[in-house]
């Protein structure tokens, strides 16, 4: 009985862990550390515009991807 | 407080009488006037809010053509197709004062057309841009940086910088997993230690056991392989290093572990195995990361610009590239580019600065059929010369050929940490084995005998040992950073401590290498007015020292506008004013002027003639930097051979040297001759530091054990320094010899804590009375010690 309810805990914690670990890696990954400066002054530009402005940046990468041409 | 208000850009203060008044802004100059109006068009005025009171330099319009970031050759060297066929630039932006400077930038790339992703870099101001190339054109995109008042340059990103970007990436992962285990697994092991003093099942311990052998998993293969690999490669070389022991001890820990869970009896030492990997993960992380650092410095020293000439072909200048150039061709040089090939004036004439090739410090004077030799510059020159050799074949290529066989030639000092800690690897594992066999023919079991053999890797755990090097070596170079000292590898500060020889360049590095006026001898009195306006508008080196001359020395100095205004090359500069004539030059521009001179020496001299006559006379020398005296001095009571190499004539030699005292000194001397002097200083079991500046140094500083450059140095020599002096002075060499003594030192002491510490535990692990608690104890606080060691030293240190 006590060692199901230590390693259920054990468990449930560690995979708690692991998913944030998981998280982590993926933002490493993803290049959002690259920069610590600017990783810690983006709070400051956070807002609406500057997620409108991600938004337009990447339509206007999907439409340029589609006419684009490379000769 | 008074009449004091700061620009709407830039925010620096002037009088505001000096100021341009615009709808109720000021602004210092039309540049930061230029820009304001730019932002608020744009609709990125929220721009000032962000950046609030921060200083911005004022933005300059003295840029070259961006055009030439168009040319084909420029595209082949630094711009690249990325995988969706947008065409991808890095480059490097200047005058990046805040994080609101890096929003601006963002935006207003963002908002061009065809500007497809803009990334700045706020630490290092370095910048990826892709663009669709078919839209806009790369200088339209430099235009725009330099619109908004910053400069940009490219570099390149392929070689070195991937790399070091890949590797710390790598290991941010490889250490959030270790770090993220070994946290886990510590929290795990106090209910382990907790149950070891005062009782616990079995079976939970054997809960715990298996919960720490999966943390431990990870750690040990995903972090730990880069230390298989280490040692497996150093198998194949056949070299015991630490990686070895890493490797062998952890494992041999982590299987011994996983067969006392299953046995369900004894102690596993999971914990162990996880902390080792972590403490030495971060040893390694700490070298990827100044590694790093110093390439990014030196991605902003080398800053390249398009590598072209113009060529004179049908009639019209055009741009070529470099290596499309043959061999009679008529390539264009104007005032202030510089020389890439070698050739022979056919046209025009002026004064070149060959100081960085032959070190001479007074500019030479060439005309018609003399020959331009690549790698100088010229100073007031306009000429036509026909190319006598290509690119391949020029005095600059081929001295970069000679550099390559000059590196192979850099004698390997064999670091004392690399070397103590492969001795330190072989005794540990023999050790280790040793006490296994007497154990188990003592007679013990092999479980026992198996165990006590571990605990003696686990506790010589070289922690502290790998640890001991990495941080005292981060510190010295944070220490010569903030000095303006770039050490390229960790490993130059303990060569750099053991040097016993100092061989310095004179021009550029004990001088200017630009001449000053030393003396003013006035015959008749003048207006100083006159002359500060004759010698303003040359850009020839003398003239630029004399007006400096009188900016310093005379107070109430306007300018004139001249009736008439001549610069003759390498001679002086004629004017006329209100029917006086004016003459201000040399020797030779006097005798043509039919003036008489009755004083003459052997330094340089600026004569100033007021209708035929001589008012004043200004002696000028390549003056020595600042303190270069008291340096001098110091590397002497350091215990330091100062020796003096310079391809300069021997009457300038001599007076460097003597003024400093150096007594062995050697003059006319080519590129060669330097690397070869290096070479006989070899011989004799010399360790050499090699102090220089121009392109004639670079092969000495390539076979010198420790070549030392000056900033604002050539590009190739910064490339082939291996310690870059960033702000040029003497007395940062003086630093950079302290901070690599204090640096060994510091090495050493921490070697021998972690030895002494070793020296006490090993006995005890040997005998077996080494409980897993007591372990990871000591294993941390000698860590710690050494970390600690380590750090004291920034405050120790003092100027």
Not at chain 2, 22 to 39: A, E, K, R, S, W
Not at chain 2, 58 to 78: G, R
Not at chain 2, 120 to 131: E, G, L, P, R, S
Request: with cysteine.
């Amino acid at each position: 009985m006590d060692s199901w309810v230590i390693s259920m805990m054990l468990g449930a914690s560690l995979f708690l862990g692991a998913v944030a670990l998981g998280a982590f890696l993926w933002a490493i990954k993803n290049g959002q550390f690259d920069d610590e400066e600017k990783f810690l002054n983006a709070t400051k530009f956070d807002g609406e515009d500057e997620l409108n402005d991600a938004v337009n940046q990447e339509r206007k990468k999907e439409a340029l991807k589609k006419d684009y041409r490379p000769e | 407080m008074s009449n004091k208000l700061a620009c709407s850009h830039c925010h620096l203060e002037f009088d505001k009488t000096l100021m341009i008044e615009d709808d109720g802004h000021y602004f210092c100059c039309t540049g930061c006037q230029g820009v304001f109006h730019l932002l608020s068009d744009e609709g990125l005025e929220s721009f000032y809010s962000k950046a609030s009171n921060v200083k911005l330099t004022p933005p300059t319009n003295q840029y070259e053509d961006s055009s030439n970031f168009n040319s084909p050759a420029f595209y082949d060297k630094f711009v690249k197709i990325n995988s969706d066929g947008f065409n991808e630039v890095s480059l490097i932006i200047e005058g990046i004062h805040c994080s609101a400077c890096v929003w601006l930038n963002e935006k207003a790339l963002h908002k061009m057309e065809g500007v497809i992703e803009a990334n700045i870099n706020f630490t290092n101001n370095k910048a990826t841009i892709v663009w669709a190339d078919d839209i806009l054109k790369l200088s339209e995109i430099i235009d725009m940086i330099r619109a908004i008042g910053y400069n940009a340059f490219a570099y390149d990103s392929s070689t070195q910088e991937l790399h070091a970007n890949k590797q710390r990436k790598e290991y941010y992962l490889k250490m959030a997993v270790a770090i993220f285990a070994s946290m886990n697994i510590m929290w795990i092991a106090v209910a382990q230690y907790a149950g070891y003093f005062s009782g616990i099942t079995q079976d939970i311990k054997t809960i715990l056991n298996v919960a720490e052998g999966i943390l431990a998993t990870p750690v040990l293969f995903y972090s730990g392989w880069v230390f298989f690999r280490g040692a497996y490669y150093g198998l194949k070389t056949k070299v015991v290093n630490m990686d070895l022991l890493v490797a062998t001890g952890a494992l041999s820990t982590y299987f011994y572990s996983i067969y006392i869970t299953f046995k369900e009896q004894g102690e596993a030492y999971f914990d162990s195995v996880s902390m080792i990997i972590t403490f030495v993960l971060i040893g390694k992380f700490l070298e990827v990361l100044s590694k790093k650092n110093a390439a990014d410095t030196l991605d902003v020293l080398s800053k390249n610009i398009p590598n072209e000439v113009n060529v004179f072909k049908n009639n019209i200048v055009e741009l070529c590239k470099l290596s499309d150039v043959h061999v009679g061709d008529i390539v264009v040089v104007s005032s202030g580019e510089r020389v890439l090939l070698d050739g022979e004036i056919i046209k025009g004439d002026g004064s070149f600065d060959e100081s960085s090739l032959t070190g001479e410090s007074d500019p030479v004077y060439k005309t018609i059929s003399d020959k331009v030799v690549s790698g100088t510059s010229s100073i007031d020159a306009d000429i036509h010369f026909r190319a006598t050799k290509d690119f391949e074949h020029s005095t600059l290529s081929s001295l970069v050929t000679l550099l390559e066989s000059a590196i192979n030639k850099k004698p390997k000092i064999q670091q004392m940490a690399n070397r103590l800690s492969e001795h330190f690897s072989s005794a540990i594992l023999m050790l280790s084995f040793l006490t296994f066999f007497i154990w188990w023919l003592l007679p013990h079991s092999f479980e026992t005998s198996f165990m006590v053999g571990i605990s003696v890797i686990i506790i010589a755990c070289p922690c502290a040992l790998a640890l001991a090097t990495p941080v005292a070596t981060l510190v010295g170079l944070s220490l010569g950073v903030k000095n303006g000292i770039l050490f390229k590898e960790a490993a130059q500060l303990e060569t750099m401590a053991k040097a016993d020889t100092i061989v310095l360049d004179k021009t550029g590095t004990l001088t200017i290498a630009k001449p000053e006026v030393i003396s003013e001898t006035i015959i008749d009195e003048f207006d100083k007015s006159i002359l500060y306006s004759l010698v303003k508008s040359s850009n020839h080196p003398i003239a630029s020292s004399i007006k400096k001359y009188i900016e310093s020395n005379y107070k109430n100095i306007n300018e004139i506008n001249f009736d008439e205004y001549k610069q003759s090359p390498a001679l002086g500069i004629n004017a006329k004013y209100h029917n006086n004539i004016f003459i201000g030059g040399n020797l030779k521009l006097m005798h043509k002027h039919n003036i008489k001179i009755d004083f003459i020496t052997e330094n340089t001299i600026f004569y100033f003639a007021i209708n035929g006559k001589v008012v004043a006379i200004y002696e000028l020398v390549d003056k020595l930097k600042d303190k270069a005296k008291d340096i001098i001095d110091h590397l002497k009571i350091r215990g330091l051979d100062v020796i003096m190499l310079t391809g300069d004539n021997k009457h300038s030699a001599s007076l460097v040297a003597s003024e400093l005292e150096i007594s062995n000194f050697m003059y006319e001397l080519s590129p060669e001759d330097k690397a070869n002097y290096i070479s006989s200083l070899h011989e004799k079991n010399k360790t050499v530091v090699m102090v220089g500046d121009g392109i004639n140094d670079i092969l000495a500083l390539a076979r010198a054990d420790i070549g030392i450059s000056m900033g604002n140095g050539n590009d190739i020599t910064i490339d082939v320094g291996d310690v870059i002096l960033l702000n040029n002075s003497l007395k940062s060499l003086e630093d950079a010899l302290k901070i690599s003594k204090t640096t060994f030192s510091l090495i050493k002491q921490n070697l021998f804590i972690s030895l002494v510490y070793n020296a006490i535990t090993i006995p005890l692990a040997m005998a077996g009375y080494v409980i897993p608690l007591v372990a990871a104890i000591s294993m941390s606080v000698s860590s710690l010690l050494v970390v600690g060691n380590s750090l004291r030293i920034r405050y120790k240190w003092r100027h």
